[in-house]
Protein backbone atom coordinates (compact mmCIF):
# COMPACT_ATOMS: atom_id res chain seq x y z
CA UNK A 1 0.00 0.00 0.00
CA UNK A 2 1.33 3.53 -0.57
CA UNK A 3 0.29 6.63 0.61
CA UNK A 4 -1.02 9.31 -1.17
CA UNK A 5 1.93 12.26 -1.91
CA UNK A 6 1.56 16.05 -1.86
CA UNK A 7 2.94 18.16 -4.27
CA UNK A 8 6.14 19.43 -4.23
CA UNK A 9 7.68 21.82 -6.02
CA UNK A 10 9.91 20.18 -9.37
CA UNK A 11 13.02 21.91 -8.33
CA UNK A 12 15.13 23.10 -5.08
CA UNK A 13 17.75 24.36 -3.70
CA UNK A 14 19.92 21.95 -0.93
CA UNK A 15 21.68 22.42 1.85
CA UNK A 16 24.43 19.50 1.69
CA UNK A 17 25.43 19.11 5.55
CA UNK A 18 28.19 16.67 6.87
CA UNK A 19 25.99 13.96 8.98
CA UNK A 20 22.59 15.55 8.85
CA UNK A 21 19.50 14.13 8.01
CA UNK A 22 15.95 16.08 8.10
CA UNK A 23 13.41 13.58 8.95
CA UNK A 24 9.69 14.44 8.19
CA UNK A 25 8.12 16.23 10.86
CA UNK A 26 11.52 17.05 13.31
CA UNK A 27 12.55 20.69 13.51
CA UNK A 28 16.05 21.21 12.24
CA UNK A 29 18.14 24.84 13.11
CA UNK A 30 20.40 26.22 11.13
CA UNK A 31 22.75 29.08 10.69
CA UNK A 32 23.60 30.10 7.36
CA UNK A 33 26.80 31.87 6.90
CA UNK A 34 27.98 30.39 3.35
CA UNK A 35 27.94 33.18 0.89
CA UNK A 36 25.94 30.11 -1.54
CA UNK A 37 23.46 29.31 0.69
CA UNK A 38 22.94 32.69 1.53
CA UNK A 39 21.53 33.11 -1.70
CA UNK A 40 19.72 29.32 -1.34
CA UNK A 41 18.17 30.79 1.65
CA UNK A 42 17.17 34.50 -0.14
CA UNK A 43 15.82 32.47 -3.14
CA UNK A 44 13.40 30.18 -1.27
CA UNK A 45 11.98 33.07 1.22
CA UNK A 46 11.43 35.18 -2.40
CA UNK A 47 9.38 31.54 -3.45
CA UNK A 48 8.04 28.47 -1.72
CA UNK A 49 9.91 28.95 1.38
CA UNK A 50 11.05 25.31 0.81
CA UNK A 51 14.63 23.91 0.52
CA UNK A 52 16.25 20.38 0.49
CA UNK A 53 18.71 18.73 3.11
CA UNK A 54 21.47 16.14 1.66
CA UNK A 55 23.20 14.08 3.91
CA UNK A 56 27.03 13.96 3.19
CA UNK A 57 28.78 11.42 4.22
CA UNK A 58 32.67 11.23 5.30
CA UNK A 59 33.94 9.91 2.35
CA UNK A 60 32.31 12.84 0.78
CA UNK A 61 29.58 11.07 -1.09
CA UNK A 62 25.97 12.96 -1.31
CA UNK A 63 22.86 11.17 -0.43
CA UNK A 64 20.43 10.54 -3.16
CA UNK A 65 17.91 11.31 -1.13
CA UNK A 66 17.02 13.70 1.66
CA UNK A 67 14.51 15.85 3.49
CA UNK A 68 12.47 18.58 1.62
CA UNK A 69 11.51 21.25 4.59
CA UNK A 70 9.77 24.47 5.39
CA UNK A 71 11.34 27.64 6.67
CA UNK A 72 8.78 28.26 9.81
CA UNK A 73 11.43 31.26 11.20
CA UNK A 74 14.23 33.18 10.05
CA UNK A 75 15.72 35.88 11.37
CA UNK A 76 18.64 37.76 9.46
CA UNK A 77 21.30 39.47 11.26
CA UNK A 78 23.61 42.65 10.43
CA UNK A 79 26.90 40.74 9.16
CA UNK A 80 24.79 38.69 6.42
CA UNK A 81 24.12 35.78 8.51
CA UNK A 82 20.63 34.17 9.12
CA UNK A 83 19.59 31.91 12.00
CA UNK A 84 16.35 29.74 11.06
CA UNK A 85 14.49 26.62 11.88
CA UNK A 86 13.49 24.64 9.17
CA UNK A 87 10.58 22.00 9.64
CA UNK A 88 10.84 18.35 7.40
CA UNK A 89 7.91 17.98 5.09
CA UNK A 90 8.94 14.57 3.67
CA UNK A 91 11.39 12.71 1.59
CA UNK A 92 12.59 13.51 -1.88
CA UNK A 93 14.87 12.04 -4.45
CA UNK A 94 17.19 14.04 -5.98
CA UNK A 95 18.79 14.32 -9.68
CA UNK A 96 20.36 16.55 -12.15
CA UNK A 97 21.83 18.21 -9.10
CA UNK A 98 22.95 22.15 -10.18
CA UNK A 99 25.97 23.65 -8.44
CA UNK A 100 26.23 27.18 -9.47
CA UNK A 101 24.77 30.04 -8.07
CA UNK A 102 23.62 27.58 -5.22
CA UNK A 103 23.46 23.83 -4.83
CA UNK A 104 20.09 22.31 -6.30
CA UNK A 105 18.27 19.24 -7.44
CA UNK A 106 15.03 17.90 -9.29
CA UNK A 107 13.45 16.46 -6.52
CA UNK A 108 10.79 13.61 -6.38
CA UNK A 109 8.66 12.72 -3.34
CA UNK A 110 9.62 9.64 -2.32
CA UNK A 111 5.88 7.56 -1.61
CA UNK A 112 6.01 5.62 1.52
CA UNK A 113 4.83 1.80 1.51
CA UNK A 114 2.56 1.09 4.64
CA UNK A 115 2.98 -1.84 6.45
CA UNK A 116 0.05 -4.57 7.09
CA UNK A 117 -1.73 -3.35 10.66
CA UNK A 118 -0.61 -6.69 11.89
CA UNK A 119 3.14 -5.64 11.33
CA UNK A 120 3.00 -2.23 12.44
CA UNK A 121 1.36 -3.38 15.66
CA UNK A 122 4.12 -5.64 16.28
CA UNK A 123 6.66 -3.47 15.43
CA UNK A 124 5.28 -0.64 17.16
CA UNK A 125 5.07 -2.88 20.67
CA UNK A 126 8.48 -3.60 20.27
CA UNK A 127 9.54 -0.51 19.29
CA UNK A 128 7.87 1.26 22.59
CA UNK A 129 9.10 -1.76 24.97
CA UNK A 130 12.67 -0.84 24.08
CA UNK A 131 11.51 2.82 24.46
CA UNK A 132 10.54 2.46 27.81
CA UNK A 133 13.62 0.23 28.85
CA UNK A 134 16.03 2.90 27.12
CA UNK A 135 14.31 5.99 29.30
CA UNK A 136 14.41 3.66 32.55
CA UNK A 137 17.93 3.57 32.39
CA UNK A 138 18.18 7.16 31.44
CA UNK A 139 18.46 7.78 28.11
CA UNK A 140 17.98 11.73 27.72
CA UNK A 141 14.09 12.24 26.46
CA UNK A 142 13.01 15.64 25.05
CA UNK A 143 10.65 16.79 27.34
CA UNK A 144 6.78 15.65 26.68
CA UNK A 145 8.30 13.28 24.14
CA UNK A 146 6.78 10.53 25.54
CA UNK A 147 3.40 11.94 25.39
CA UNK A 148 3.74 13.29 21.79
CA UNK A 149 4.51 10.20 20.60
CA UNK A 150 1.53 8.24 22.03
CA UNK A 151 -0.51 10.29 19.75
CA UNK A 152 0.84 9.22 16.73
CA UNK A 153 -1.06 7.20 14.35
CA UNK A 154 0.53 6.99 11.27
CA UNK A 155 3.49 4.18 11.17
CA UNK A 156 5.50 6.71 9.14
CA UNK A 157 5.85 9.55 11.28
CA UNK A 158 5.71 7.24 14.44
CA UNK A 159 9.07 5.90 12.98
CA UNK A 160 10.56 9.25 12.52
CA UNK A 161 9.71 10.99 15.44
CA UNK A 162 11.46 8.43 17.35
CA UNK A 163 14.72 8.34 14.43
CA UNK A 164 14.43 11.94 15.07
CA UNK A 165 15.16 12.16 18.27
CA UNK A 166 16.86 9.01 19.53
CA UNK A 167 19.18 7.73 17.01
CA UNK A 168 22.51 9.45 17.28
CA UNK A 169 24.79 7.38 14.86
CA UNK A 170 24.36 9.04 11.25
CA UNK A 171 25.10 6.31 8.94
CA UNK A 172 21.93 4.61 10.64
CA UNK A 173 20.04 8.24 10.64
CA UNK A 174 20.43 8.18 6.76
CA UNK A 175 19.41 4.36 6.16
CA UNK A 176 16.40 5.27 8.37
CA UNK A 177 15.52 8.42 6.28
CA UNK A 178 16.51 6.41 3.18
CA UNK A 179 13.94 3.58 3.81
CA UNK A 180 10.55 4.07 2.02
CA UNK A 181 9.18 1.15 3.41
CA UNK A 182 8.03 1.60 6.88
CA UNK A 183 7.92 -2.04 7.97
CA UNK A 184 11.73 -1.83 7.07
CA UNK A 185 12.48 1.42 8.11
CA UNK A 186 10.40 -0.04 11.76
CA UNK A 187 12.07 -3.35 11.90
CA UNK A 188 15.63 -1.14 11.20
CA UNK A 189 14.62 1.46 14.09
CA UNK A 190 14.10 -1.54 16.54
CA UNK A 191 17.24 -3.02 15.70
CA UNK A 192 19.11 0.20 16.60
CA UNK A 193 17.30 0.65 19.82
CA UNK A 194 17.94 -2.90 20.45
CA UNK A 195 21.65 -1.80 20.27
CA UNK A 196 21.14 1.09 22.63
CA UNK A 197 19.82 -1.10 25.28
CA UNK A 198 23.41 -3.61 24.62
CA UNK A 199 25.38 -0.81 25.22
CA UNK A 200 23.41 1.25 27.82
Given at each position: ??????????????M????????????????I??????K??????????????A???????????????????C??????????????????????????????????????????E????E??????????????????????F????????????????????L????????????????A?????????????????
Amino acid sequence: MVCDTETFPKTTGVMLLPGICLFPGSLLPLTIFELKYRKMLENALQGERMFAVAHVGEDGDVASVGGLGVIRACVAKEDGTSQLVLQGLGRVRFSRFKVRPFPQATIVRLPEILPSEAQYSELRQGITEAFRLLKNRGMDIPQGFSTYLEQISQPGAFADALAAALIQDPVERRGLLEEADVALRLSRLLRCLMRQLEDS
